[in-house]
Structure formats: C-alpha cells, structure tokens
C-alpha cells in the first residue's frame, strides 16, 4: 500500500485536488469527479520493481481500481484528524495516522512542511517526487546548530475591551473607517491637489477621533528623511504634523520626541533637495522653524526636557565648520524662532568667532564658489535677523520694563496670535519664572546675566553688520514682522505669527527666485512713497494679512509704548546711515556688507554667477566643505533625543 | 479506520432497536393503511426486508435463509425492545447487504429518478419542499443497488448525472459514496453500513404524503416502491405542509432528521437548589476560586431564605444521580465562586465584554486542544505532538508535592496542610505532563482543580495528577482515537467520545465505563456535560446533537439542523438552552425542554471550535480557526420565545424571527480561537496558537 502512495503515477496531484474539495464543505461538481487514479501502467512498472515481471492487464487494472478505493477512503479519514487537531491544511501526519489506523504502514520521509516537488523525467513519461539524499555525515558535522525555538509560552493580551478592539493585542488596530481615513488623508496630503491637501490638513486640525491614528501619522511625518530630495512633500508632511500640533484633541506625549526630530531634521540637514540651488529648501527650513518654534510653545514640551536640549543642539550643528552652510543656516533661523533668549545666549557669543569664518565664504570670489558664497550670504541674512529680534526684545524691555509682564497677562491677545516678543516669553517663559523674574524684574535679570549691555551688543553687532542693522533696528519700531507667506502655508494664522520671527529672510524669498531678482531689482525703488515706520514694511507685502497685522500693531500697548521710547530710538537714529536707501537694503540682502558702496557690480557679478551656477549645480567649492550628511545627522539627533 | 463500525454496527443495532421499533409504532398508527395499500403482498418478497425486521413481523418471507434469520429474530420482535436484537455477525452482514439485490430493471433507475423528479418538480409549491427531501435518499439506495448489483456503469452514469442536483450539504456523503464503486467495496465501509442498516427518516404533512401516495399508485415503479418502504421512515403529522426554510433548518443530519416521537420525553433541565453551606466567609480570600452556576448561587445568598425554598419544577430530584459528597474545600469554593460572582460585569447588547486572549507562542507543534478551568486560573494546551502543558494564569505558580519522607514529617492536623504538601522550590509556571502517544484532541480540568483529563488520538483518556503532575489512570476503551473528554460539574463522573462513535460514562475510580450512549451513526465529536449533571449532550460527525440521561443511558433528545460536522457545544447557565457549531459555520441555539431549533447565527468562515455563554447567559461568544471572535445576542431570542410560548407548532421547526444577532465581531492578527470561556466576572478568555505566515 505504501508503495502506492509514492509510486510513479500522476497520482499526488490529483490526490491533492481531491484534498482540497474534502475539505471544502461543498466542492462544486461540474461532471466527473477528480479522484486519485493509477493506471494500470503504474502498477505494472511497480509490480517489476519488486520483481513480478507477468501482470496481466485484467490483474493490474483490478489493482489499480482496489489501489484507488482505498487511497481515496484513506484520505478522506485523513481528513477527520485534520478537523479534530483544529487545522486548516491537511499535513502528511494526518495521512499517515489514517494509514495507521487502516493497519498500513506509514509513509516514510514525507512529514517537511515544505512542499514535495513533482516532477516528470525528461525521457520517459515518468513522475516522480525529487527526494534528495541527505549526506547525514555533513548534516551532523554541520557546525550551524539549529536555532532553539525556545520555550512556549503563554502570552496575555487585551483583544477587546469593553466592546472596543484593543489594537494593542493580536489584533489589527483600526476599524475599516479609521483605516479608510487614513489612507484618505495620506493621499490627499502626498498628492498635488491643493484643494484636498486644504480639507485634509483642516480636517487634521480639528478632527477629535484622530488619535487612535495617531502613532500612524507621526511615523508617516518621520518619513521626511527617506524623500529628502522631495521639497514638495516635505513641504505636506511638515504641515501635517502642525496640524498635528495645533489639534486641540490629540496629547502628543510620547510622540513628541519623533515629532521634533522631524522637524529638527528639515531644519538642520543637507537635505538632498539642497543640491540643486533653484530648490528652494531656505523656506523649508525657516518653516521647519516656525513650527519648532510652535511645538515649543504648545507648552508640552517642558516635562520633556527638550526646552534645553534644542539650543543646544543648534548649537552644536553651528560651531560645526564641517556642516555644510545650510545647516548653519539652518542653525540661525531655530535658533531666533526659539527666541530672544537662545539667540543671545548660543549665537550672540559664538558671533565672534563664527563670523570670520563666514566671511572667508562670502570673500571667495572664485566661480567655482558661487553658490556656497550665495549660501554664507543667506545665512548672513538670517544672523541679521537674529541681531535684529535680540536688540529690538532689548530694546522694548529696557524701554518699557513692563512690556514683558503687560504683556504675559494681556489677555486680548490671543495664544494664537503672539507677536515676536510674547514668542519669546512663550518660548523660554518658563526659565524666566524660574530665576524668579517675573516681568519687571525682567529687564534686571537680563543684566545680570548677560553682562553685555544694550549698546556694547549694538555695537558688537554693528561692527558686523554695518548701516544694515541700523536700517532694521533703528526705525523705532518695534519689531514687527514684515510678512509674507506662501499661499501653502496662509491658511494657518499661527503661521504668520510663527514667521515673524524672520522678516529678512521672507523678504528675501518673496523675491525669490534667489539672487536672479536682485540683478532685475537693481534699479532704486521709489523710496518715497515709503513711509520709514513700521507700516512701511508691510505695504511693501501688502495683501489682507498685512493690514490685519497693522491693525494690530497698532491697538498693541507695546507698540505703542515703543513709538514712546525716543531714547532707544535715537541710539539708533544715531548711527543709521542712509537710511532711506532702499538699494542698500537689497543689497543687505544679498549678503554685502554696507560699508562696500559697489552695490551695482556687486549684485550683478550676484547675477551672473547664479546663472553660471545654475549651469553647474555641482559646486567645487562644495567639496571643501566636509559634509557627512549621515553620520552628522546622527549625533545631533541623538543628543537631541 | 475502516474498522470501528464493525463493532458499532453492533450496538448501534441494539440502540436502533428501540428507535425503529418505535417508528414502527408510529408508522403503524399513522399512515398505515396507505402502507398497506401502497405494498401489495406479492412485491414484498424482497430479501430487503430482512434488513427492517421491524416491518416485517407480520410478513412471511420467501426466501429460506430470510426466513431462518428471522426466526432468529422473532421473539425480538415479539418483545418490545428487547437488547437481543443485535443484527451483524460479519456472515450476517453480507445477509443484510443482499437486501439490495433486485431483479428489476436496473437500466430504467435513471428514468425512475427522473420521474419522481419531475413530480415534485411539478406538484405543488406547498408540499414541493417536503416531497424534494425525498430525492436524497433515493438517490443514494438507487445508486448502491446499482453498485451491489453490479451495474458499475450505469451506477458511475447515474451518479454524475444526479448527484449535482443534490444539495450542499450532501455532498461530503456524496464523496464518501462516490469512492464506493464495485460491490466489495460496499463491504467495510461505515457510511454504507450505516444506510444499509438504518432507515433515513423524512417528516411530512400529511397533505404532502397524500399526493406522493397518488403518484405511486399511478406510477408502478416497484423499484422505487421497495427503495421508499425498505430504506425511508416517513413520519407523517397533520398540519400545514412545512415551507422551505422549515424543511432545510432541520434536514442536513446523515439519516435525515429527528423522529417525533425521539424528543417526547421530558427532560429535567432545571438547575435543583444548592444545599446549604455554612462555611463562614473569611475577608482575606485572595483568589479567584470557582465551581459552576454562580448566577444560581447569587440568587441563593442574595436570598437566602426566599429563593432557596422554591425548588424549580423543572429540577431533577437531588437523588437522582448519585453525587460526590461536598466537601468543605468544596463548599468554600462554591462561596468564593459567589463571590466572584457579585463583582460580575452585566453583559448585553450595550455592554459587550472585554476579551483577553491568550496566546501560545513557541510552540513547536500545532495545539489541538486547550481547556480552561472553571475558576480560570489554570489552562492546559493539548499538542499534536502528545504532550500535555498546564499553565498558571493566576500569579500563583504552580507547584509539586513535597516527596514522601518530607510529607512524613509534617503535622497532618494542621491547618494549612495542603500548603504545607506543596514544595515552594518546585514553582514553575507550567508543567509538561508526557503520556499520550499521540495528539491530545482535549483537556478538562476537574472543579477543584486537582486533576486533569486528556484524551488523545491513541484511544486513550488518562488522568493527571495537579498535586505531582503525574499521570494517575489510563481509561481504555474506546480503543479508537477519542475525541472528546469532560468532567462532569461535581468532578468524580466524566464522558468521553470518540471515533468509535459511542459517549462513554466514566467514574475516576473505575477503569470501565459505567454507562454508554450508543446511537450516533458517525464519530462522537463533542461532549458537554449538563449543569446539573443529569444529562450529556454530544455533538457528532453525523451532524446531529443528541442528549443522553446519565440515570438509564436512554438518548432523550435528538436535534437535527446542522449541516456538518458538529465540533462544538455549550450549554446556557440556566440549563434549558444549548448551542451548538462546527464545521458548516453555523451557530445552532437548541430548547432542550422540546428539542426544537430556535435561531441560526451565521457569520463564520471557517469551522467554529468554541463555543461560551456568558455567566448570565444573555451573550453568547462563538470563535474558530478563520481567527474571529463573535458576540451573538442571545438574549434577544430568548425574548422573543418568552412571548410566545407556543408548543402547538414543535412539529415544525419555526425560526425565531429575530434578524442578526451578531453583536460584534473581532479578529484576531494569526490565532485561531480555539478556546473560549468566560470568568465569574465576565471577562471572556480566548486562547489559541499563533500561527506562523
């Protein structure tokens, strides 16, 4: 019988055919049956093997039929033992206990898990199963021990609880709806239509049933460092997870850290998108920023300890002069969207040093420079920024002492909507209060602690910055952003507050495309239609958010007790140069120094070269800079989190 | 494998006897004048009617070795039931075989099947579904007499023409026949020993029967004639021709369905009252510690003195069965249960439970069986592999007994003794007990928890030790694979079942059973003992749900509808209702107290294993091998009943109208639910295998 089993006959493919319809309780039966047959063959080729050589055809056939009979009665008593051991698949064990039991003798060698291969000779119309022979010796010599399986256990986990899959336990998390929207926002979030992008970005904001997606969508923001090359969607997944934050449902908690190294990833990395210069990856960075800025100020952030970690690890990245510039750009615009506090405490002291080294980049006048010097001059720009955020936070406290605590108990002004200086309260208000100053105490604490008064930092920074600072700083003005926003991210009023934070830099890439502009912005604008105060900034942005923003400066106490404060003003009246000149700005932008009157040639050569440039995006220059994208990225990040 | 129903045709004759002879009587006072009509004296000389004996008291037979047997048979049939009516020494068996030999014309079967398809075809919508349940059976005996007959062509021509037509659920039989294609063959095989030897069983109105009469007096087609005398038991009642979803709720089993008369007798379901325990209650109990039926235990100390003097009427007597004695572990157990119970989560459509699911891992082998015990606090898989494992799932490890010098020097009087018996160096969080010598297909814990049962492929129940984790009875004999074991809710009795197609009744201290249920024409695949110990519901390969009285081994129920193998069962706490499924799918909920279906819950995609009612009985949780878990709102039905108490219909099984019941349904990632069994508090417990890709 058991020699049957694995004869040469077309047999184990059909007796798997029948298997399958055994199992299934109704086997559609169009016609004829499928059931094992052996051919008469068959058992002649058998009965020579053992050595009967005269079989007549009656006698085979009969065989064959009985040979049939039976097999098919054995599986279909395999099948039994299938269904009591709680399986679905039929196993060579289950055949051959039902051999067993019909008091045959059981099949040897065929108990694997894996599939038998069946296969025809390629001479003879001859079947059979390739069964290699196992040289036992080598089997035993092997030196690969099998792995222990270990030792079964029990495990306990919620399935359900009270109704509700638990997720957590064997079970796939989501519902169908849950897991439908997901795949429906993520689509719409990673596709182009911006009418979608809206409606699922919106509906991420508000939406109180997001949470159990939760850990989902903070894995699919974490995916910025796999599509780096892609500004576009980095551009979708930053703003997904500021929806994130600004939903008032989720508590992000454990996720937070994930969500930050994301961020911190976009603001700080030489993202692939950053070699080719018509990308504009600044923006992405400042945005990157911005949200930095808002997630610190969601206010979950101080159990985490992550309030200190970050300027540190801006800083890191900056006293770095193997980083690429784009990091130390990068470096710049975290730190002032963390404040006034971390720029003076992480930038102002390593200005210093850092700025010689910037202008060794910025001076290089060979070709195969250009876009590394266009690189120092944007981050120039956004050391400006920074200078300028520092003094003027200066000079409103020192001008108005009360400004800080008006403005920390002034509830007309929504959460919402801070402007640069309760961004800077916001952000590090808490380690104010710690050291035990509280608004008027404020302006004494700074003084103590950093032992650099206004006018030494004013004139520390000026040495740097030349008539440029005093053309942002000494306006009077409080500092107030000069706003822009791209139509992506206007949809978000927070996003403008969040943005004042670098008003050169949006400027800057509102006349962006980069460097090109200035060549065609070469002509002096028409100054006179400029008024000088902080209203001029915004005309020149113009559109609904500007007048929204000037309307709101001013019925700002503080602005207007900074128009009040003439003694700072005049500091600075004092040193500003030709302030009027509105080409002098542009060229501020473009990264000169003031002081260097050839502002024509100067941002023509700018011009010429972006054009060279965007002929060769490949930098020579690049090579000096030892950028290790990968193992830099590492360590920051590791000591970030 | 081909073998049990050598020996089972044996008892199942004896069994039968009682059955048949029954029918006889019911036939005889029914229908019997359009019997006699339809059998003219001269076409009953078939030897067939050797095989119903039953039917032939009154007929004299031609043949002389018909004759000579059944005189043989004679004061059998003279007697009532006697147990002396056992057909089948294997010389008989070829005896009974030849009933199929016929001198018709073989060649015309075709056209004679197709005839009385087209009547029924033609007849009218209302007796339609009835008269179609005919076809099966005929189709079956028409297709073996060509077989025994050797016809092998015509029997292989018919059999591919017909058989499509056949319904579902016939067509697992259908395969089995098919293999069976020369007359040899025929011989040894279980299904065709059991069509041979017993009568498939149809229910008809009486409208319906009148019109197949008619057919039959137009028509002479003897063959059919003998087919329907010989091998079909029509049950005729009076009333309105049931419908379609009538006649398939209760066909499908494998000799057709129930005879009215099996589930005549009154079944003693209730739960009889607790006695009395004085056991004071201590604080300071730190477990869960349980026996069974805590709702009724509620109600006993919720009120003590009010509830506990109503007895329920439907309540066996406390003597009927003789019971171990509680003893006081017992009885504090029994109030720690009822206390566990108070904390109970009150489950319902609103509430649905929680689930816990635990889940082996590691397991070198595929689990066949897991069982849980009362209280949950132990689990025991069951491997193919032969081993048998017990868990803890209560903080408390588990732990051995001291060895003997060490017991010797304890103080037998003290109070902690047990304590004391158990070596702390031996704590393990499980234990592996080896024995059987092949897959262990179920575990039961004993409700003190002390002892184990298992049952294995090798024919085999034994009884583990939980103080040694040693192996203290081996029980044979089934001497076939043995399917299922359970002990009974006092502990001491226990059931088991198996291939040999007959439940056995065990006591742990007897190595021979002490009753058997003889009477399923297949495998006896589940088994589940009645809360009060009365009674033992089996679940068989047959498809049918039987329910045996412990007190006289008498089957007192017989439940048709499933429409494959039953794998499951599961009684409610209140001890009226069970539940039953298995391999079709399907969710059976049976009225023991008239043995009728009462709703089907669909929903499953593969064979369901487990079965649980909650503590309270409202919810009823269903899990298999396609890795879900179902809720089905239970209570509802029982509503639904409670409102119409109607038992004028039991003629015809008529379906709750109660829509879907499914209240919810969760899925597993790869673990099939092979157990499920919900704790005193409700907290429902799943346990399966994961399994790999």
Redesign the interface.
């Known amino acids: 019988m058991q020699n049957m089993n694995d004869s040469h006959a077309p047999l184990p493919s059909q007796q798997s055919s029948e298997t399958t319809s055994a199992s299934g309780a109704s086997a559609s039966t169009s016609g004829e049956r499928k059931f094992a047959q052996i051919p008469k063959e068959s058992v002649k080729a058998h009965a020579e093997s053992i050595g009967i050589s005269e079989v007549s055809d009656d006698v085979s056939a009969m065989v064959a039929e009985d040979a049939c009979y039976r097999l098919r009665e054995v599986m279909q008593a395999s099948c039994q033992f299938m269904r009591h051991a709680k399986r679905k698949r039929l196993t060579a064990e289950d055949f051959n206990r039902a051999l067993r039991w019909s008091n045959v003798e059981p099949m040897y060698g065929h108990n694997s898990p894996d599939p038998m291969v069946f296969r025809p000779t390629k001479d003879a119309e001859l079947y059979f199963y390739e069964d290699r022979e196992i040289n036992l010796t080598e089997f035993a010599m092997e030196t690969i021990l099998p792995r222990n399986p270990g030792e079964t256990t029990v495990k306990a986990q919620w399935l359900v609880v009270e109704g509700r899959d638990k997720g957590a336990g064997s079970s796939p998390a989501l519902s169908e709806e849950l897991v439908q929207y997901y795949d429906q926002v993520t689509r719409a979030i990673l596709g182009g239509n911006e009418q979608l992008i809206k409606t699922a970005l919106a509906d991420l904001r508000t939406n109180s049933r997001v949470s159990a997606l939760l850990p989902y969508f903070v894995y699919l923001v974490g995916e910025v460092k796999s599509i780096s090359h892609d500004l576009e969607a980095l551009t979708r997944l930053l703003q997904t997870a500021q929806a994130l934050i600004q939903n008032p449902h989720l508590y992000l908690g454990p996720y937070l850290k994930q969500l930050v190294a994301s961020v911190m990833y976009c603001i700080l990395e030489p993202l692939a998108a950053s070699i080719n210069p018509l990308n504009d990856h600044w923006a992405l960075r400042d945005y990157a920023a911005r949200l930095l800025a808002q997630i610190c100020r969601s206010g979950c952030m101080s159990v985490e300890g992550l309030q200190k970690q970050l300027p540190l690890a801006l800083q890191k990245v900056l006293v770095d002069p193997a980083r690429p510039l784009c990091s130390h750009y990068g470096a710049v615009v975290g730190l002032t969207a963390l404040g006034s506090k971390a720029v003076e405490e992480v930038l102002y002291p390593q200005l210093g040093t850092y700025w010689p080294f910037l202008q060794s980049w910025m001076e290089d006048r060979t070709i195969s420079n250009a876009q590394a010097k266009a690189d120092a001059h944007r981050v120039q720009g956004a050391i400006l920024s920074a200078a300028e955020l520092l003094l003027k936070t200066y000079q409103q406290s020192s001008s108005d002492p009360h400004a800080e605590s008006s403005h920390e108990s002034s509830p007309n002004q929504s959460p919402h909507h801070p402007d640069a200086s309760d961004f800077t309260i916001g952000t590090f208000g808490h380690l104010l209060e710690s050291s035990g100053t509280a608004g008027p105490n404020s302006g004494g604490h700074r003084r103590d602690k950093g032992p650099v008064p206004i006018t030494q930092m004013y004139s520390d920074l000026y040495s740097f910055f030349g008539d440029s600072l005093a053309v942002r700083v000494g306006n009077g003005a409080p500092f107030v952003p000069a706003k822009e926003d791209e139509s992506d991210q206007d949809v978000e009023p927070i996003i403008e507050a969040g943005s004042s934070a670098f008003p050169s830099v949006q400027v800057e890439r509102a006349d962006l495309p980069p460097m090109l502009t200035f060549a065609g912005n070469g002509q002096p604008i028409d100054l006179s239609s400029m008024p000088s105060t902080s209203e001029a900034t915004h005309t020149t942005t113009g559109g609904r958010r500007t007048s929204k923003r000037r309307q709101s400066s001013k019925e700002s106490p503080k602005s207007k007790r900074a128009r009040r404060a003439p003694s700072m003003s005049d500091i600075f009246s004092l040193s500003r140069a030709s302030q009027r000149r509105r080409d002098i700005v542009v060229n501020i932008r473009g990264g000169r120094q003031v002081g260097k009157k050839k502002t024509k040639p100067g941002a023509l050569l700018g011009a010429e070269l972006s054009r060279l440039c965007r002929r060769v995006p490949f930098v020579g220059k690049r090579k000096k800079v030892k950028t290790l994208p990968g193992k830099v990225l590492q360590p920051s990040m590791g000591m970030l989190l | 494998?081909?073998?049990p129903n050598r020996t089972v045709v044996v008892t199942d004759g004896s069994n039968d006897a009682s059955a048949v002879s029954g029918a006889a009587a019911g036939v005889q006072s029914s229908p019997k004048g359009e019997k006699g009509a339809g059998t003219d004296p001269s076409k009953m000389d078939q030897q067939t009617l050797a095989a119903v004996l039953q039917f032939l008291k009154n007929n004299k037979l031609r043949d002389a070795e018909a004759a000579l047997r059944r005189e043989a048979k004679l004061p059998d049939g003279n007697g009532d039931s006697g147990g002396s009516s056992r057909v089948a020494t294997s010389g008989e068996v070829s005896l009974v075989l030849s009933a199929y030999e016929s001198e018709g014309d073989l060649a015309r079967y075709c056209e004679y099947y197709n005839s009385l398809s087209s009547f029924i075809e033609s007849s009218l919508d209302a007796h339609k579904h009835e008269l179609g349940c005919l076809l099966y059976p005929v189709f079956i005996h028409m297709y073996l007499q060509l077989v025994y007959n050797r016809h092998e062509k015509e029997a292989h021509k018919f059999f591919?023409r017909f058989?499509?037509e056949q319904e579902?659920?016939h067509?697992?039989d259908?395969?089995?026949l098919?293999?069976?294609?020369?007359r040899?063959?025929m011989e040894g095989?279980d299904l065709m020993d059991t069509f041979r030897s017993s009568k498939f069983v149809l229910r008809m109105s009486r409208d319906s029967y009148q019109s197949l009469r008619r057919y039959l007096k137009q028509n002479e087609h003897r063959e059919l004639l003998s087919i329907l005398q010989d091998h079909l038991f029509i049950d005729v009642f009076d009333g309105v021709p049931r419908n379609r979803e009538q006649v398939q709720a209760t066909s499908g089993a494998m000799m057709g369905e129930a005879r009215r008369d099996a589930n005549k007798v009154k079944v003693l379901y209730g739960l009889p009252k607790e006695p009395d325990i004085n056991v004071p209650l201590d604080d300071d109990d730190e477990g869960v510690e349980g026996e069974d039926k805590p709702k009724k235990k509620k109600q006993k100390k919720d009120l003590l003195l009010n509830k506990n003097k109503k007895a329920d009427p439907n309540a066996p007597p406390p003597s009927r069965i003789p019971l171990p004695e509680l003893k006081d572990a017992d009885k504090l157990e029994k109030v720690l249960s009822w206390k566990e119970g108070l904390k109970r989560v009150p489950l319902g459509r609103e509430?649905?439970?929680?689930?816990?699911?635990?889940?082996?891992?590691?397991?070198?082998q595929?689990?066949?069986?897991v069982g849980v015990s009362e209280d949950s606090s132990l689990?025991a898989a069951g491997f193919?592999d032969s081993n048998v494992?017990v868990?803890s799932?209560s903080p408390q490890r588990l732990r051995t007994m001291r060895n003997a010098s060490e017991l010797d020097q304890l103080d037998k009087e003290a109070d902690d003794i047990v304590e004391r018996m158990m070596d702390e160096k031996t704590a393990a969080?499980?234990w592996l007990l080896h024995g059987h010598t092949?897959?262990v297909?179920s575990t039961s814990f004993s409700p003190d928890r002390e002892q184990l049962l298992t049952s294995s492929?090798d024919g085999t129940v034994r009884l583990w030790s939980l103080h040694t984790y040693s192996n203290l009875v081996v029980y044979k004999g089934h001497n076939?694979?043995v399917?299922d074991v359970q002990f009974s809710p006092t502990g001491y009795y226990f059931v088991s079942g198996g291939?040999d197609r007959v439940a056995r009744l065990w006591g742990t201290d007897q190595f021979q059973p002490i009753r058997m249920f003889v009477g399923h024409y297949s495998?006896v695949?589940c088994i589940q003992y009645h809360p009060n110990s009365n009674y033992v519901a089996t679940g068989s390969?047959d498809r049918t749900v039987r329910l045996w009285d412990v007190l006289n081994g008498n089957c007192v129920r017989v439940m048709t509808g499933h429409?494959?193998?039953v794998?499951t069962l599961a009684w409610s706490p209140d001890g009226r209702y069970l539940a039953s499924a298995g391999?079709?799918?399907n969710v059976l909920l049976w009225d023991i107290a008239y043995g009728r279906l009462l709703a089907e819950m669909k929903g499953h995609t593969?064979?369901i294993?487990s079965l649980c009612f909650s503590r309270e009985g409202s919810i009823l949780a269903s899990g298999g091998?396609d890795n879900t878990?179902k809720?089905w709102d239970v209570q509802k039905v029982f509503e639904e009943i409670a409102g119409s108490d109607d038992l004028t219909s039991l003629d015809r099984a008529s379906l709750v109208e109660v829509g879907s019941l499914l209240?919810?349904s969760?899925?597993?990632?790869?673990?099939?639910v092979?157990k499920l069994h919900f704790s005193h508090r409700n907290l429902?417990l799943?346990?399966g295998r994961?399994q790999h890709s």
């Open positions: 494998m081909a073998d591919n058989s499509v579902d659920w067509q697992e259908l395969r089995t098919s293999t069976v294609k020369t040899e063959q095989n509430n649905l439970p929680s689930i816990c699911f635990y889940t082996l891992a590691n397991a070198y595929n689990v066949s069986a689990l193919e494992r868990w799932l969080d499980s092949g897959p297909y492929e076939y694979p399917w291939h495998d695949t390969s429409k494959a193998a794998h391999v079709d799918k593969d064979p294993y091998i878990v809720i209240l919810g969760f899925q597993t990632k790869a673990t099939p092979l429902l799943g346990c994961y």
